[in-house]
């Protein structure tokens, strides 16, 4: 449909911030409605990306999961490694995706603490790769307007 | 029970309660204005007859919110106002303290305005504000270096905030943060959650002092004018006592470089900072020492920003505050955290 979320949001943004915020005597509603244009112009940037960066991220975290095989971890830390590592994101609606990449990063924290207390370069690099994904993870997730 | 609209009539109605010698007692220009997630703020023009003739004053009204985001003890916020009230730490003067719902339905107390001057941090990016930056930085860390220089029992601090011991601040801290973002967390923290490890497995060597602690001492956090001069440190809501080295961590936290390059809240670079913070307040900022506590306040920020997402989620605060700190300032912080433990 056209136009699109990401334009429809963009402009609404602009419309808060630029055009109503200002008009408003109230400073707390002022505020608000800067704050409010600052969201949209997220909510515009994020709605546009979100099922790309989820496929993305959901992808990247089970080659880790897959690599974790060889440790060995804990029985029941593997059990749910082979449940989470076979996904495919078929059902790309964003709650269907979120819910994965959820389970994924749950048990992505797991693995990481039990491959902190491994001795050995496979666990030192599998460390390492962890530690590699979670940077990437950061920047798909930031906005062009953040200052840090 | 439902609540009455917070009207100027009902505020002077209690005020004429706390001043036994003024008649003809009217509020008026009340507005709801920003002032932090966790108590709504108001300013207000107080107007009465007193024993000298007419009285005119600006006031701030900080009432709690109807669920909070933070817990905080609004009794503690107005003790930390009134202990440096007329010190080297310039804070507003606190009026009344009311902590029974009958005059206005919630909790709250009453302070004068301090006016005339700006607190936004983006305002300090610009003319006339950023001309004095270095100014405004250096005054900024040297009121941190008093507050840490202070001693919390001669304030008499030490009857409403427990004073931990040296060696138990930074696992009282850590503890209560976890716990926050074990209550709260909305979706797993992988980041946070390896700090909490590095950090449990790597502690910090005992406080050197115990000192009050502000709590969420930052830019956005004072009221400054134009020629690079403090007026006020505001939201205390925050303030314990514990670790010195726990506020300038956060005041050098990453999130808060509004200006995008590495100016510690958009003022001054970090060692910079530090020194004056060291020169002021008569201690040591051990590297190792600070680093920990940085890293602890990169817990400290993500606890309050998945606390945002879980009181808009949950629908007790709409907020777009809220959206803004659980999407940007979230994100900001893992950021910062990763760059701390060399990741980013």
Request: include cysteine; aromatic fraction near 8%.
């Amino acid at each position: 449909m056209t136009p699109n979320t990401r334009a429809i949001l963009m402009d609404l943004a602009q419309r808060m911030g630029g055009l109503y915020a200002p008009d408003l005597k109230s400073p707390y509603l002022a505020g608000s409605a800067g704050l409010t244009a600052a969201v949209l112009m997220m909510a515009a940037e994020e709605g546009d990306r979100t099922a790309h960066r989820l496929v993305e991220e959901n992808r990247a975290i089970r080659v880790l999961l897959n690599e974790a095989a060889g440790l060995p971890p804990p029985a029941d830390l593997a059990e749910r490694l082979r449940n989470l590592a076979g996904g495919d994101d078929s059902n790309l609606r964003i709650s269907a995706l979120q819910a994965v990449n959820d389970a994924l990063r749950d048990t992505l924290t797991d693995l990481h603490a039990f491959v902190e207390t491994q001795p050995g370069d496979s666990a030192a690099g599998l460390n390492a790769a962890i530690w590699s994904e979670l940077a990437a993870s950061t920047r798909r997730r930031a906005f062009a307007s953040a200052s840090f | 029970m439902a609540e009455e609209p917070l009207t100027p009539e009902r505020i002077a109605a209690y005020i004429t309660t706390r001043l036994a010698d003024a008649h003809d007692v009217e509020v008026d220009s009340l507005s709801r204005i920003t002032g932090g997630a966790s108590r709504e703020t108001y300013r207000l023009r107080l107007r009465y007859q007193g024993g000298d003739g007419a009285v005119e004053r600006r006031l701030i009204l900080r009432r709690d919110p109807p669920d909070s985001l933070i817990e905080t003890q609004r009794d503690v916020e107005f003790a930390a106002y009134r202990a440096f009230y007329g010190s080297a730490v310039p804070v507003p003067e606190m009026l009344w303290l009311e902590e029974d719902t009958g005059p206005l339905d919630r909790p709250f107390f009453i302070a004068e305005e301090i006016t005339g001057f700006e607190s936004s941090p983006t305002g300090l990016l610009s003319p006339p504000f950023s001309d004095h930056a270095e100014a405004l930085g250096t005054h900024k860390w040297t009121i941190l270096g008093e507050i840490s220089r202070a001693d919390p029992i001669a304030l008499g601090l030490d009857r409403l905030m427990p004073v931990p011991e040296p060696d138990g601040c930074w696992a009282r801290e850590l503890d209560y943060w976890e716990g926050v973002i074990d209550a709260d967390q909305i979706e797993p923290q992988p980041i946070i959650r390896a700090t909490i490890r590095w950090l449990r497995a790597n502690p910090p060597p005992p406080a050197q002092k115990i000192s009050v602690v502000h709590g969420d001492y930052r830019t956005g956090n004072f009221l400054y004018d134009k020629e690079g001069v403090i007026h006020g440190i505001l939201d205390w809501e925050m303030a314990h006592l514990g670790d010195p080295l726990e506020d300038l961590g956060w005041g050098l936290n990453r999130i808060w470089c509004w200006g995008g390059d590495d100016r510690r809240g958009g003022l001054l670079p970090r060692e910079q900072a530090i020194t004056i913070w060291e020169k002021a307040s008569g201690l040591k900022a051990d590297p190792a020492a600070l680093h920990w506590w940085e890293l602890f306040n990169c817990v400290k920020g993500q606890g309050i920003w998945v606390s945002s997402a879980k009181a808009w989620m949950d629908g007790q605060n709409r907020e777009p505050i809220l959206i803004f700190s659980a999407w940007r300032m979230l994100n900001m912080q893992d950021r910062a955290a990763l760059e701390l433990m060399g990741h980013l």
